[in-house]
């Protein structure tokens, strides 16, 4: 049981040509926002309130043929 000859892998013109589309990149983003100054702070917090208020109290209307039939059922 010797050893085997083992041969030189063969390189892919291919894989090597495409290499450099295929770099390392970081998994994480790093985004910062800009500073903003108290009137714009002000804005944000504002539209930030009016949204959520919205979102709280504006639900959907249930259809028309329900709303009819709900009221026709309390008569």
């Keep these: 049981m010797g050893k085997k000859n ?18 390392e990149k970081p998994g994480t983003l790093d985004i910062s926002f800009p500073d903003l100054d108290d ?6 917090k504002e539209d930030e309130i009016k949204i959520d208020r919205h979102l709280r109290f504006s639900k959907n209307r249930p259809v028309k043929e ?6 026709k059922s309390k008569r």
Excluded: C, G
């Design 39 to 44: 009137e714009q702070m002000m804005q944000k």
């Design 6 to 23: 083992k041969k030189a892998k063969k390189v892919s013109v291919k894989k090597e040509r495409y290499a450099k589309f295929h770099r």
């Design 66 to 71: 329900i709303v009819e039939r709900k009221a």
